[in-house]
């Protein structure tokens, strides 16, 4: 019977003596197998480490057939072992056979045997292996021993990474994890990106596991946790002090719950207890936050899960006190890519922008905040690569392809060398756009087209003059309050939109009212878990709800404008009736200003955006109102076709090029001009040449863009007839549909037209 008091001590001191004996690898590895399972009263115990080629390989049993060594293997995902490996989780099983993942390995004997406990053997978060114990009975291991057996993972682990087990492996086969590795996911922000690797989370190694005085372990972890614990107390206060007076109470429950958990006497508890089984204060952190995350991952609770976040920090804090800064060696004065599996828009802005080169994002979807922040930086980004961060180490090579959504580890020599022409080939291309900077965007028969930028950030506002572009189309308010902890002030909003219209000079601005809700969330000001976010409590809904902080946007712009001209768009419009009542609460505040004696500007210009499809059966209410329109491409789309713009399994489903869409986006050209409305449409669609080109087409002659479009939709633009395009596209807009798809007819016509994609 496992013993709940002594098992867990005694079992890491027999360990701990196996691993200084003077033993050959295989003899060691046979004791310690040999040690757990006596610990465990288990009849088999085994280890599984993990190859280069993602294979689990069996190195060392006790209990099941010695012919196996090395001959069985799994893959990482297959049988119970692979899918270990996969969730990086323990699975702790009665009976194994009836567990659906359970591949039977006649080589290993082990149909004698019912109960299964893996445990993922991990160091520093990368997956080296899984180690097993089985039993003849079935029985569920309790909690004690399944911690048990994880300390035990962690001591094999570091044998692992010691690299103990190289001499053991099968000739032809590697260990090592530290090769070439190329993978490809999904294109975030276009460009090439090529630098040494910067891991956000700094992996912290643990040196030490063994403590020689469980008394001064303690007292280290003690002191430790008091030092952390102040330092979360005086972060709470910060901002209880900074965000006095504003409706800000739900940033400061977050910040409440980090400290619970800081004084969560059972995490501390827990690690106590590791230690005095003999890890030392680091090696228990370690091993506690590993039992948290397998805990709070399997956790169907999503409050839960997110709070794993806020856990790992406290677990960085305190090991930080324990062994000392682990911080970013970013790289100095060496180009560099970022490698995160989730990263905030404000963490970015942190790093060295005049080396940043790109940012591999594991978790990140097209409209991730921090992908907007790396827009804005120009850098290549690409996400959704599982397991990159797990391979990738400080100061290794990367090549990151924000053009085919591919990144390349440690590259062989002909990636490399591919890599070099294409960077070529890149500056090319970019030294023909910026010779076309100061020429103007006319077509040929004499047409001339707005092209304008996207921006949000003070770092946009160089693109102006960079890009030749003919003002801001969409001025994204809400980043700024995306990368703030707390609400801007009056004051700051203020002084930042007089920035922005002080380096356009005399091209014209929109500024967006706050659109904050769907993917834009800000923890401090719009706390509510919504089902359906995209179709929630967002941008002019939650304006109209919370007029308080509308009116001091407008305040702010109304000041920033100092007399000159001001444009605002509002986001999200439904129904024109909503309109009306923000114009109202606008025209409130402008005539208050003006009762103060303040300086109203020259003219304000008050559009609405064009997002929700059933504004498209309003039309003609809706132009008669609105001093201008403008089409949110990216929101008309994604609720047109029912198919959220986030979600990367449908990114290619739809296509926005094709004639539904581009129907009704001709028919809001025509209601604008039946109004004589001023008309331009917005977001990812005008930044796509051939989309640009179908744009033209059906009538659109101002298109706001990324800044890195405007190139190439420029040289699009100074190549092509216009009444020819227009006929072109209207024709095929006109057909039934099923036939040649828009997209085919349009690169036919680009091809014989000599017009560049
Ligand atoms: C849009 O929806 O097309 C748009 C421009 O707004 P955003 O992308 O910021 O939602
Ligand atoms: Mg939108």
């Given at each position: 019977?496992?013993?709940?008091t002594t098992?867990?001590?005694?079992?890491?001191?027999?360990?701990?003596?196996a691993?200084?004996?003077?033993l050959?690898?295989?003899?060691?590895?046979?004791?310690?197998v040999?040690?757990?399972?006596?610990?465990?009263?288990?009849?088999?115990?085994?280890?599984?480490?993990?190859?280069?080629?993602?294979?689990?390989?069996?190195?060392?049993?006790?209990?099941?057939?010695?012919?196996?060594?090395?001959?069985?293997?799994?893959?990482?995902?297959q049988?119970?072992?692979?899918?270990?490996?996969?969730?990086?989780r323990?699975?702790?099983?009665a009976?194994?056979e009836?567990?659906?993942a359970?591949a039977?390995?006649?080589?290993?004997?082990?149909?004698?045997?019912?109960?299964?406990?893996?445990v993922?053997m991990?160091?520093?978060?990368?997956?080296?292996?899984?180690?097993?114990v089985?039993?003849?009975?079935?029985?569920?291991?309790?909690?004690?021993?399944?911690?048990?057996?994880?300390?035990?993972?962690?001591?094999?682990?570091?044998l692992?990474?010691?690299?103990?087990?190289?001499?053991?492996?099968?000739?032809g086969?590697?260990?090592?994890?530290?090769?070439?590795?190329?993978?490809?996911?999904?294109r975030?922000?276009?460009?090439?990106?090529?630098?040494?690797?910067?891991?956000?989370?700094?992996?912290?190694v643990?040196?030490?596991?063994f403590?020689?005085?469980?008394?001064?372990?303690?007292?280290?972890?003690?002191?430790?946790?008091?030092?952390?614990r102040?330092?979360?107390?005086?972060?709470?206060?910060?901002?209880?002090?900074?965000?006095?007076?504003?409706?800000?109470?739900?940033?400061?429950?977050?910040?409440?719950?980090?400290?619970?958990?800081?004084?969560?006497?059972?995490?501390?508890r827990?690690?106590?207890?590791?230690?005095?089984?003999?890890?030392?204060?680091?090696?228990?952190?370690?091993?506690?936050s590993?039992?948290?995350?397998?805990?709070?991952?399997?956790?169907?609770?999503?409050?839960?899960?997110?709070?794993?976040?806020?856990?790992?920090d406290?677990?960085?804090?305190?090991?930080?006190?324990?062994i000392?800064?682990?911080?970013?060696?970013?790289?100095?004065?060496k180009?560099?890519?970022?490698?995160?599996?989730?990263?905030?828009?404000?963490?970015?802005?942190?790093y060295?922008?005049?080396?940043?080169?790109?940012?591999?994002?594991?978790?990140?979807?097209?409209?991730s905040?921090?992908?907007?922040?790396?827009?804005?930086?120009?850098?290549?980004?690409?996400?959704?690569?599982?397991?990159?961060?797990a391979?990738?180490?400080n100061?290794?090579?990367?090549?990151v392809?924000?053009?085919?959504?591919?990144?390349?580890?440690?590259?062989?020599?002909?990636?490399?060398?591919?890599?070099?022409?294409?960077?070529?080939?890149?500056?090319?291309?970019?030294?023909r756009?910026d010779?076309l900077?100061?020429?103007?965007?006319?077509?040929?028969?004499?047409?001339?087209?707005?092209?304008?930028?996207n921006?949000?950030?003070?770092?946009?506002?160089?693109?102006?003059?960079?890009?030749?572009?003919?003002?801001?189309?969409?001025?994204?308010?809400?980043?700024?309050?995306?990368?703030?902890?707390?609400?801007?002030?009056?004051?700051?909003?203020?002084?930042?939109?007089?920035?922005?219209?002080d380096?356009?000079?005399?091209?014209?601005?929109?500024f967006?009212?706050?659109?904050v809700?769907?993917?834009?969330?800000?923890?401090?000001?719009?706390?509510?878990?919504?089902?359906?976010?995209?179709?929630?409590?967002?941008?002019?809904?939650?304006?109209?709800?919370?007029?308080?902080?509308?009116?001091?946007?407008?305040?702010?712009?109304?000041?920033?404008?100092?007399?000159?001209?001001?444009?605002?768009?509002?986001p999200?419009?439904?129904?024109?009736?909503?309109f009306?009542?923000?114009?109202?609460i606008?025209?409130?505040?402008?005539?208050?200003?003006?009762?103060?004696?303040?300086?109203?500007?020259?003219?304000?210009?008050?559009?609405?955006?064009?997002?929700?499809?059933?504004?498209l059966?309003?039309?003609?209410?809706?132009?008669?109102?609105?001093?201008?329109?403008?089409?949110?491409?990216?929101?008309?789309?994604?609720?047109?076709?029912?198919?959220?713009?986030?979600?990367?399994?449908?990114?290619?489903?739809?296509?926005?090029?094709?004639?539904p869409?581009?129907?009704?986006?001709?028919?809001?050209?025509?209601?604008?001009?039946?109004?004589?409305?001023?008309l331009?449409?917005c977001?990812?669609?005008?930044?796509?040449?051939?989309?640009?080109?179908?744009?033209?087409?059906?009538?659109?002659?101002?298109?706001?863009?990324?800044?890195?479009?405007?190139?190439?939709?420029?040289?699009?633009?100074?190549?092509?007839?216009?009444?020819?395009?227009?006929?072109?596209?209207?024709?095929?807009?006109?057909?039934?549909?099923?036939?040649?798809t828009?997209?085919?007819?349009?690169?036919?016509?680009?091809?014989?037209?000599g017009i560049p994609?």
């Open positions: 019977m496992f013993d709940q098992g867990p001590r005694v079992l890491l001191k027999n360990l701990r003596e691993m200084a004996e003077p050959g690898p295989q003899e060691r590895l046979d004791r310690i040999q040690q757990i399972a006596a610990a465990m009263d288990a009849q088999v115990c085994s280890v599984y480490v993990r190859r280069a080629d993602d294979v689990l390989e069996l190195f060392g049993t006790y209990g099941l057939k010695a012919e196996a060594v090395h001959q069985s293997q799994l893959r990482v995902g049988g119970l072992v692979g899918t270990i490996a996969t969730a990086g323990p699975l702790n099983l009976d194994a009836k567990h659906p359970f039977y390995l006649p080589e290993t004997g082990e149909e004698l045997y019912k109960s299964f406990l893996g993922p991990k160091r520093a978060g990368r997956p080296l292996g899984v180690l097993v089985q039993t003849t009975e079935t029985k569920v291991f309790d909690e004690l021993e399944v911690e048990a057996l994880e300390t035990a993972a962690m001591v094999l682990s570091d692992v990474a010691s690299g103990d087990f190289k001499g053991l492996a099968q000739q086969t590697q260990l090592d994890q530290s090769g070439p590795l190329s993978q490809t996911g999904i975030l922000a276009s460009g090439i990106g090529v630098g040494e690797v910067v891991l956000h989370e700094p992996r912290v643990v040196e030490h596991l403590g020689d005085d469980a008394q001064v372990e303690q007292n280290r972890l003690a002191k430790a946790v008091r030092n952390v102040a330092s979360v107390d005086e972060m709470l206060t910060r901002n209880i002090d900074r965000t006095e007076g504003n409706s800000t109470d739900d940033h400061i429950e977050v910040l409440e719950s980090y400290r619970m958990f800081a004084n969560d006497r059972g995490w501390v827990r690690i106590e207890e590791a230690i005095s089984q003999g890890l030392t204060a680091e090696a228990a952190t370690e091993k506690v590993q039992e948290n995350r397998s805990r709070l991952l399997r956790s169907s609770d999503p409050y839960l899960r997110e709070r794993l976040t806020d856990l790992d406290l677990s960085r804090r305190l090991m930080k006190e324990l000392g800064d682990t911080g970013n060696p970013a790289a100095e004065g180009n560099f890519v970022i490698v995160a599996r989730t990263m905030g828009a404000a963490e970015l802005l942190d060295d922008s005049d080396y940043l080169r790109g940012l591999i994002v594991e978790e990140a979807a097209a409209t905040h921090v992908v907007i922040v790396a827009r804005a930086l120009g850098i290549a980004v690409v996400g959704q690569l599982p397991g990159f961060v391979r990738a180490e100061g290794d090579r990367v090549i392809d924000g053009d085919d959504g591919s990144a390349h580890l440690r590259p062989a020599d002909e990636v490399n060398e591919n890599y070099v022409e294409r960077v070529k080939f890149r500056a090319k291309r970019e030294a756009f010779a900077r100061d020429l103007p965007a006319a077509t040929t028969d004499g047409v001339n087209i707005d092209l304008l930028l921006a949000g950030l003070t770092m946009d506002l160089a693109q102006l003059e960079h890009t030749g572009a003919a003002g801001i189309g969409l001025f994204r308010t809400e980043l700024q309050f995306m990368i703030a902890s707390r609400l801007p002030r009056l004051a700051e909003q203020k002084e930042f939109y007089k920035s922005v219209i380096a356009a000079g005399d091209k014209p601005v929109t967006r009212i706050l659109d809700g769907g993917d834009k969330v800000l923890p401090y000001l719009h706390p509510v878990k919504e089902d359906n976010p995209a179709l929630g409590w967002r941008a002019i809904r939650f304006a109209i709800d919370r007029p308080g902080l509308l009116r001091m946007q407008i305040r702010a712009l109304l000041k920033a404008a100092d007399g000159r001209r001001l444009k605002i768009k509002l999200m419009i439904t129904a024109v009736t909503e009306d009542q923000v114009k109202a606008i025209d409130k505040e402008v005539k208050a200003q003006a009762r103060f004696g303040h300086t109203l500007p020259s003219e304000i210009l008050l559009g609405s955006m064009i997002e929700v499809p059933s504004l059966f309003q039309l003609d209410e809706l132009m008669q109102r609105a001093d201008f329109v403008s089409v949110g491409s990216n929101d008309l789309f994604q609720f047109m076709a029912a198919s959220d713009r986030t979600n990367s399994y449908l990114s290619n489903r739809y296509n926005p090029l094709s004639r869409f581009l129907r009704a986006l001709r028919e809001i050209v025509r209601a604008a001009d039946r109004h004589s409305t001023p331009q449409l977001g990812e669609l005008a930044g796509d040449p051939l989309s640009a080109l179908a744009l033209l087409g059906i009538g659109y002659r101002a298109i706001s863009m990324p800044p890195a479009s405007i190139g190439p939709v420029k040289e699009l633009v100074r190549s092509l007839e216009l009444a020819t395009v227009s006929q072109t596209v209207n024709a095929a807009l006109d057909e039934p549909i099923g036939g040649r828009i997209t085919e007819m349009l690169t036919d016509f680009a091809d014989q037209h994609l």
